[in-house]
């Protein structure tokens, strides 16, 4: 690991060290890398920090002042919601479709949103963790037919959502709900929505300091 930057913390990833996430990163960018090989995104996510974005075949990883959290147990379930989660007409998997889902989640077209920062070299990545069962998918579907879903970043009992898709209204708020359910049940107890949405503070996300986030991680990852 090297410092690139003397007025504000950054750093180039030559080995599979991270920098301290509590530093004072500018716009929470802390450090570069050339690759996203598998045991540096698990020592990355492992240390609070996730790639963000790809430019010029560098790759820019983000440990944000405010970190958005949703407890697993406090996802909200509209009457609506848990009525389609009830019916016969909807169901859902886990990891049947990883890539697929990632292919939808980069594809889909999105409000306020001309590109996406899910290029091939992130879904190659991601499917690795994937088959090393360190990333997980979860699906969405309407009579049959695939219309949403999520995916993450599985660590111990840490879970970091990545994206997630909808071909159909309310498909990724179900699989969203679906997952909560199911990590709770196994003793996990929030998930990581790093910068977050309004969608996710609807369905009952919240923001809380990064080191405080850093504290609840090294607690989950060890």
Not at 50 to 76: A, H, S
């Given at each position: 690991?090297?410092?690139?930057?003397?007025?504000?913390?950054?750093?180039?990833?030559?080995?599979?060290?991270?920098?301290?996430?509590?530093?004072?990163?500018?716009?929470?960018?802390?450090?570069?890398?050339?690759?996203?090989?598998?045991?540096?995104?698990?020592?990355?996510?492992?240390?609070?920090?996730?790639?963000?974005?790809?430019?010029?075949?560098?790759?820019?990883?983000?440990?944000?002042?405010?970190?958005?959290?949703?407890?697993?147990?406090?996802?909200?379930?509209?009457?609506?919601?848990?009525?389609?989660?009830?019916?016969k007409n909807w169901n859902f998997t886990i990891n049947q479709h990883f890539t697929q889902v990632m292919h939808n989640c980069a594809t889909i077209k999105r409000k306020h949103e001309d590109s996406t920062w899910?290029?091939?070299?992130?879904?190659?990545?991601?499917?690795?963790?994937?088959?090393?069962?360190?990333?997980?998918?979860?699906?969405?579907?309407?009579?049959?037919?695939?219309?949403?879903?999520?995916?993450?970043?599985?660590?111990?009992?840490?879970?970091?959502?990545?994206?997630?898709?909808?071909?159909?209204?309310?498909?990724?708020?179900?699989?969203?709900?679906?997952?909560?359910?199911?990590?709770?049940?196994?003793?996990?107890?929030?998930?990581?929505?790093?910068?977050?949405?309004?969608?996710?503070?609807?369905?009952?996300?919240?923001?809380?300091?990064?080191?405080?986030?850093?504290?609840?991680?090294?607690?989950?990852?060890?």
């Amino acid at each position: 690991m090297q410092r690139i930057d003397y007025e504000y913390p950054l750093y180039y990833l030559d080995d599979l060290t991270f920098p301290d996430p509590c530093e004072n990163f500018y716009d929470g960018l802390g450090a570069i890398s050339s690759d996203l090989e598998p045991n540096r995104l698990i020592a990355g996510y492992s240390n609070g920090f996730f790639p963000w974005f790809e430019q010029n075949g560098m790759f820019y990883w983000f440990c944000i002042d405010q970190r958005m959290i949703l407890y697993t147990n406090e996802v909200k379930k509209s009457k609506n919601l848990l009525k389609k989660l009830r019916s016969k007409n909807w169901n859902f998997t886990i990891n049947q479709h990883f890539t697929q889902v990632m292919h939808n989640c980069a594809t889909i077209k999105r409000k306020h949103e001309d590109s996406t920062w899910i290029t091939q070299e992130f879904i190659e990545a991601y499917t690795t963790l994937h088959q090393n069962k360190f990333a997980i998918s979860v699906e969405s579907y309407y009579k049959g037919e695939l219309v949403g879903g999520l995916y993450g970043v599985a660590i111990g009992k840490y879970f970091s959502g990545e994206s997630m898709f909808a071909k159909k209204s309310d498909a990724s708020k179900l699989a969203l709900i679906f997952l909560c359910d199911l990590l709770y049940q196994n003793g996990i107890e929030w998930i990581d929505c790093q910068s977050g949405s309004e969608h996710l503070l609807r369905m009952g996300a919240k923001y809380i300091p990064k080191c405080e986030f850093i504290e609840k991680l090294r607690e989950y990852t060890t």
